[in-house]
């Protein structure tokens, strides 16, 4: 009898803890949530408020008070944005000069890595830890000689200056040289003894292999130069050259800041890299998964 009752007592004990332990993990993951969505919020009620703000007249976007709705909806930002504006123009400009920098910064990015990754020679860890040094200097200290260099060569305000100096990205070598590791020798030595060249190597073997670390630095590497405005600010000089970053800036002079063609310009280049995304979402994210294990 006195057994029975210790049983009882030693289950009820159990499922006691069982239960504390599940309620302390669900507290836990509420509590995640929570911090998540706050997150989330302060994230995109900026965004939203520069949304509402394109479709308001220009004398209700700084009106008092927030919102939700805005009770005068107009297109006319969008009208005075396309009629006094080149904004066609900059979006070609940053989506042509984007794709050439991305396309050519991942065929480099992927040779460079796959050279440090795959061959052994004198100076190679001395090669690898100088482009990984060279990620600590930043781009303010190298304006004035690569401006010097440029103008030399007649190359400001054309697209060869403003994408050249920006192709040799050291993040991008050190990713590819990671994700190049992984990939198996073996595979490439007994391509080599059944006598395909070193290019063919690369090419039809380690390029194919390394497609979802590609992806997800091409996204990388496109969000971060259709981003950037100091560079094409220093390189371009006329509007027709400028592409969305410096065309948006130029509309908040000091005198007369133009904020509804700022709101309603920003949220049009936004679009693309929100349908981009979408397309490219699962791609992106196995490919970030993938390289998350890389060797070190």
């Known amino acids: 009898m006195s057994k029975a009752i210790s049983l009882q007592r030693i289950q009820a004990a159990a499922r006691s803890s069982f239960s504390w332990r599940k309620g302390k993990l669900l507290a836990g993951q509420v509590l995640v949530g929570i911090l998540f969505l706050a997150l989330s919020l302060a994230f995109l009620i900026p965004f939203y408020w520069m949304v509402i703000s394109s479709f308001k007249p220009v004398e209700d976007i700084f009106s008092l008070g927030f919102q939700l709705i805005p009770k005068r909806v107009t297109l006319a930002a969008y009208s005075e944005l396309f009629a006094t504006k080149p904004y066609l123009r900059w979006f070609w400009n940053t989506l042509f000069m984007t794709a050439m920098h991305t396309v050519a910064t991942l065929l480099i990015a992927a040779m460079a890595g796959y050279a440090l990754a795959k061959y052994r020679f004198r100076g190679a860890n001395a090669v690898f830890l100088t482009i990984l040094a060279s990620t600590m200097i930043p781009l303010h200290l190298k304006l004035i000689p690569l401006f010097l260099t440029l103008n030399a060569y007649r190359l ?32 490439l030595d007994a391509a080599r003894i059944d006598g395909a060249s ?37 390189v371009t000089r006329t509007p027709d050259m400028f592409p969305l970053s410096v065309g948006l800036a130029s509309l908040t002079s000091t005198y007369r800041p133009q904020y509804h063609l700022l709101m309603s310009g920003s949220f049009l280049s936004v679009l693309p890299i929100i349908v981009a995304y979408s397309f490219a979402r699962r791609t992106f994210t196995r490919g970030l998964a993938i390289s998350s294990g890389l060797k070190g």
Not at 166 to 176: E, G, H, K, P
Not at 199 to 206: D, E, G, H, K, T
């Open 156 to 187: 400001i305000n054309t697209y060869t200056g403003v994408v050249l100096p920006t192709l040799a990205n050291s993040f991008a070598v050190f990713f590819m040289r990671q994700f190049m590791l992984s990939i198996d020798s073996d595979l």
């Open 198 to 234: 070193e290019f063919r190597l690369f090419w039809n073997i380690a390029l194919p292999l390394s497609k979802p670390a590609l992806s997800a630095l091409g996204v990388l590497v496109a969000l971060g130069f259709w981003n950037d405005l100091l560079w094409p600010l220093v």
